[in-house]
């Protein structure tokens, strides 16, 4: 009997495994299985996680209280005490790195998610439907993108002034214009397609189409923009403070708490406050840079995986 | 979360909301300023986050034979502070807004600590940095006798640096303080300060005056700021002294030496060179290079900047009872640009001066103090009647007594009519002469590279000597700014001062640096708005 | 390709216009003016209203908001760009004095991102899935991850302050005659620029030139049995330049802003310094300047890169 060729074999044993009813069609989300099999956005995804749960339940992590000091205790380096040392009114810089985690976090991911919302809002309507709003709109988002990003950011901080909030709005402002113009793009070409000819033949309403049906098939390249624009408000948050021009400096987020690096004696002699901030900022940004890069990857159908 | 976002929250709300309401102000009440002054550590303060580069101060006026004997210091006692609050019925669900103008990380901490200290004694505050107007959001002034102020804070960190001791309590009089709406008795007592030379009388007043505040805290004083004047081992003053280097004194620099470099050029490297143009001296006299090297003055002073002898003037004397003044110039004086400097220059500088706005405090008393000034300002004559010139003579005479009149001479530096003359006096910094300034110092400017370096040259006809060295260098830099350090660190700055921590801690560990403290009036204090109610 | 640029100026025009209104009408909304900010906070006390209301009448501040708009535009229009309200200088010796300083650094961060990026780039591509891809992967991805000040600064630590084999910064020093006197001046700002920008580039032209890698012509061209390298490099390249010109197009304008930091960073006197001060000091009419200056630079790079497009990729046609 001639041996079997390798081909043969497989076919076995594809078919051992269909009569043994092991084989079974994939089930899940083929997006979301690309993407855990690429291995550098899966890590990115576990550094976001572990970063984001640990700003979240600081508490447990840590018993210090970052706004509480203790002058006699200041510039301490990194002991058993204060993992991370203590800064130069003996604030645990650990403690600081955790909670100033939430506000980062919150103004960086909570921005681009607003500004998403307000942009996919808009632009999936108005590319649907076209008329005022679409130039309306069209035309202002061409206003935001005229200019160069920090000369806008710096304007408007000077108009609106410092705080959180105001930090958060110029974000929105300023993000929401890439989102709608994107948008837009996709529902322009989806809603030539035909299976939105056939809805709109049974006469669904224009929200359901736009909202329900159109929506979801733009989700893709939606959501890598979300994750590049995170990162972009995360560093431009520190990219303020250092211009101090961010978040107030009461509010401990990882720019106010890096901006010490400034002073030279600081960077000298005192890595403790500012190295392991750099790092965890730098970290986070590149953790969702790759998760944005695993999600385009995912999305996009041209390369199989 | 939650915490962090709602304390956020309610500054952001707190911030846009200006809804005039009136609001009953506790802090009128001296029990609650004492309490404040009993709660904060200072002493603690200046060891840990000054780094014992300050010095806790008991009142706005500076250390030294002025200071009064025997005042309450307010030591560190927070039972005392819950005690008196208690008396004063403080309501502790109130939160005090406490504003402060400088972007400095110091600041940000100390008002950490403060927020944690007014904590310990159930007074809750929150902090924030005044944007825009700053002046105006300090300074508002209640219409006259309402009990209501203006301004929309409770307590306002910041400084009082005076020229003239006077300045410390001049502000204080009825109508005129945002903050402290006035009475008689300081009135009265700001009176006797300013209306006597005699050494002695006004010992006694401002001795009595710092009890008066002592008691009644209009400022919680905070700390002495020192000055600290730094200088590199490579150059020498050759004898000439150390002193208050914000303001004009003599400081010999002409006899100064500096090792040449590579190319045996003598060269002294300083900071504070302009960004965009040249501060023009008669707001502050003496804080940058240019204003310091360039300019001469009348009179000169030693280095606490008590006057003593003539710089441009060959001589002066001042009447017996105070109120006339009179110069005679040196001759052969010139400007930098070989223009003849006269008394015309000086009398024009005094009538321009008075059309300034925003110049000097002190010059401004003095030259308001000349007769027929008020006359000259409203435009009701065309010269100022006090003023009377006489080849090289100037006299002066005063229409009401300033007792730092010299001080002012030795601090007003003349300008040259000759290129200044046409000088629209609301837009006197605009003018194109303070892109390239042309002075009577010893030093003239020789090339401007603006943002980049200044590089000035000995002034060969200059009355007091040639300098010895061969070039003196600016760089752009303040105090507590980055630069210095990187400054110096290159050996790229040979003297100059700060009153920043930070700095003189690093060049203190900097090998070829060397610092030497000056004591300045320069008091931090607590401003306490002490309306009877508050427009918030 | 003419009329399609014509048209496109003529756009400019009206955006150029609406944009100077709103950020004229932004900067009026600002709490505080530019005499605000003249007047020192420790003197402003002493300063009656009177005066304060006679500087902002020789500023003329005390004019309503559309007469000033008015007067400025129509001096802008005819060339005058004003002068700057706390020193009086007129606006374009300040534009033209600080554009040399940030040109300098984003010519270095230009060319160098280019020539480095795109090789590590198509390198990275043409290896894809090895070791050194994988690793230039993470490299670039770091590249543009780190806040650039930190990034400044721990350069500026290692290679400023400890090893002291550069300047800490500045730009000019007395005696200063041709650029390389200047040249180890730039070297640290240049570079951290240069670099954060060679991790975009590299990135981008890696994913570009696998995207062209894998298009139909390529295997038509590997079909006909060309070499590899020509595959490579004449027609894979080609293509894949299109996204990285874009990229970079659009990188040029924002270097006036985007040096912003970095020129904080190494006291690098530019344009962006400039400009934080004036924003600081609401000297309006030269942030006024400064900002169309940048809106201008993004428009006309955002027509030229259309050009260009067009010019290198065949399949691109302007209507």
């Known amino acids: 009997m001639m041996s079997k060729s390798a081909l043969d074999k497989k076919f076995d044993r594809i078919r051992s495994l269909e009569e043994a009813g092991k084989l079974k069609p994939l089930t899940g989300s083929r997006a979301l299985r690309k993407m855990l099999n690429n291995r550098l956005a899966l890590i990115g995804l576990i550094v976001f996680l572990v970063i984001l749960l640990a700003s979240i339940f600081a508490p447990l992590l840590t018993a210090h209280n970052p706004m509480k000091i203790n002058l006699r205790d200041m510039l301490q380096a990194p002991s058993f005490e204060h993992i991370l040392g203590t800064d130069k009114t003996g604030r645990d810089v650990f403690a600081r790195i955790l909670y100033g985690g939430r506000i980062s976090i919150l103004v960086g991911l909570g921005s681009a998610l607003i500004g998403a919302f307000i942009g996919v809002g808009i632009g999936c309507f108005a590319g649907y439907k076209g008329g005022w709003i679409d130039v309306a709109a069209l035309r202002l988002s061409e206003i935001f993108m005229a200019f160069p990003q920090i000369i806008l950011v710096l304007l408007l901080v000077s108009i609106v002034g410092q705080s959180l909030i105001n930090l958060m709005l110029i974000f929105v402002l300023t993000g929401w214009g890439a989102m709608y113009r994107l948008t837009r793009a996709r529902v322009l070409s989806l809603r030539e397609e035909e299976y939105v000819q056939a809805l709109q033949s049974f006469g669904l309403s224009t929200w359901l189409i736009c909202y329900k049906h159109i929506l979801p098939n733009a989700l893709g390249p939606i959501a890598v923009n979300i994750t590049l624009t995170t990162a972009m408000f995360i560093l431009a948050e520190a990219g303020l403070s250092f211009l101090g021009l961010g978040v107030p400096p009461s509010i401990p987020t990882w720019g106010n708490i890096l901006i010490v690096a400034q002073d030279l004696r600081v960077l000298q002699n005192n890595w403790w406050l500012w190295l392991p901030v750099g790092m965890v900022i730098s970290l986070f940004v590149m953790a969702v840079n790759f998760i944005g890069d695993g999600l385009r990857d995912s999305a996009d159908p041209t390369l199989q995986g | ?536 | 390709m003419l009329t399609f640029i014509i048209r496109r100026l003529l756009i400019v025009v009206p955006m150029l216009f609406v944009i100077s209104f709103l950020v004229y009408l932004g900067l009026e909304l600002t709490p505080g003016d530019a005499v605000s900010h003249m007047i020192d906070p420790e003197v402003a006390s002493r300063i009656s209203a009177e005066q304060l209301s006679e500087m902002r009448e020789a500023l003329g501040l005390n004019k309503s908001f559309l007469e000033r708009y008015y007067i400025w535009i129509v001096n802008v229009l005819q060339g005058d760009f004003g002068h700057s309200l706390a020193g009086g200088v007129p606006i374009s010796d300040i534009v033209f004095d600080r554009l040399p300083a940030t040109l300098e650094l984003s010519f270095i961060a230009i060319v160098f991102s280019t020539i480095f990026g795109c090789l590590l780039g198509v390198f990275s591509a043409l290896k894809k899935g090895s070791l050194t891809d994988n690793s230039l992967s993470v490299v670039g991805m770091l590249g543009i991850s780190i806040p650039e000040f930190f990034f400044g600064l721990v350069a500026l630590l290692i290679f400023a302050l400890n090893l002291q084999w550069l300047p800490i910064g500045g730009r000019l020093l007395p005696g200063y005659e041709t650029i390389w006197d200047r040249l180890p001046h730039m070297v640290l700002p240049g570079f951290v620029l240069a670099l954060m920008m060679t991790a975009g580039v590299m990135r981008y032209s890696r994913s570009a030139m696998l995207d062209s890698l894998s298009r139909d012509f390529i295997k038509t061209a590997r079909a006909k049995g060309l070499p590899e390298w020509r595959i490579n490099f004449i027609h894979g390249f080609r293509v894949a330049l299109t996204p990285v010109i874009v990229l970079i197009g659009f990188r040029l304008p924002t270097l006036i802003g985007g040096s912003v930091i970095i020129e904080q960073v190494f006291q690098w006197p530019g344009i962006g310094n400039e400009f934080i001060a004036a924003v600081r000091g609401q000297d309006y009419p030269l942030v006024m300047m400064i900002a169309l200056f940048s809106v201008f630079a993004v428009l006309m790079a955002s027509l030229i890169i259309d050009v260009l497009t067009a010019l290198v990729d065949p399949r691109v046609r302007l209507d």
Do not use: C
């Not at chain 2, 103090?369 to 010139?389: L, Q, Y």
């Open chain 2, 1 to 536: 979360m939650n915490k962090f976002i709602g304390v956020a929250l309610a500054a952001a709300v707190q911030m846009t909301s200006s809804l005039a309401y009136a609001d009953v102000n506790q802090l009128s009440d001296v029990r609650v300023r004492q309490a404040i002054a009993y709660a904060i550590d200072m002493d603690t303060i200046v060891e840990t986050l000054f780094e014992g580069k300050a010095i806790a101060a008991d009142s706005m006026i500076p250390n030294g034979a002025w200071k009064a004997p025997g005042l309450n210091k307010y030591t560190y006692n927070p039972d005392k502070a819950r005690e008196l609050l208690k008396a004063a019925n403080w309501d502790s669900s109130q939160t005090l807004d406490v504003v402060f103008y400088y972007g400095d990380q110091l600041t940000a901490d100390l008002m950490v600590a403060m927020q944690a200290y007014l904590g310990d004694v159930g007074v809750k505050m929150t902090y924030r940095k005044l944007e825009g107007d700053v002046g105006g959001q300090l300074n508002a002034k209640p219409d006259a006798g309402s009990d209501t102020s203006a301004i929309k804070w409770d307590i306002a960190y910041g400084a009082k640096a005076a020229l003239a001791l006077q300045e410390y309590y001049n502000g204080y009089q009825m109508g005129t303080s945002s903050y402290t709406p006035g009475n008689k008795e300081l009135d009265g007592l700001i009176e006797r300060i300013n209306g006597t030379v005699d050494v002695a009388k006004q010992k006694t007043a401002f001795a009595d005056f710092e009890k008066y505040e002592n008691e009644n805290l209009s400022d919680i004083p905070l700390y002495y700021q020192q000055l600290f004047v730094y200088e590199s081992k490579r150059m020498s003053r050759n004898g000439g002294q150390y002193g208050n280097d914000q303001f004009n004194y003599d400081w010999n620099i002409v006899n100064w030496t500096v090792e040449p470099d590579a190319k045996g050029k003598k060269v002294l490297y300083t900071n504070t060179a302009p960004s965009q143009f040249f501060e023009h001296p008669w707001l502050n006299p003496g804080v940058f290079i240019a204003s310091k090297a360039g300019f001469d003055h009348l009179l000169t002073a030693d280095g606490s900047l008590v006057p003593t002898g003539g710089q441009l003037a060959k001589s002066f004397s001042v009447s017996d009872d105070g109120m006339s003044l009179t110069f005679e110039l040196k001759d052969g004086l010139k400007w930098h640009d070989g223009e003849a400097l006269t008394a015309a220059d000086v009398a024009w500088s005094i009538e321009t001066a008075l059309k300034v706005p925003a110049i000097n405090a002190v010059f401004a008393k003095t030259f308001d103090s000349i007769e027929g000034a008020t006359a000259f300002k409203d435009g009701s004559a065309s010269s100022v009647s006090g003023i009377k010139i006489d080849g090289n003579n100037i006299s002066l005479s005063f229409a009401k007594l300033d007792p730092n009149m010299l001080l002012t001479f030795s601090q007003f530096p003349p300008l040259p009519k000759h290129l200044l003359g046409d000088v629209n006096p609301l837009e006197f910094q605009q003018h194109s002469f303070w892109q390239k300034p042309i002075g009577s110092g010893p030093f003239k400017i020789e090339e401007v590279q603006m943002n980049d370096f200044v590089r000035y040259t000995p002034f060969a006809d200059y009355h007091g000597g040639v300098a010895k060295v061969d070039e003196l260098v600016s760089f752009p830099s303040g105090q507590g700014d980055a630069n210095v350090l990187k400054n110096a660190a290159a050996g790229r700055l040979d003297f100059g001062f700060t009153k920043s921590v930070g700095d003189v801690k690093a060049l203190e560990a900097m090998e070829n640096m060397k610092v030497v403290a000056a004591d300045i009036p320069y008091t931090r204090s607590l401003r306490i708005n002490k309306f009877a109610n508050n427009a918030k």
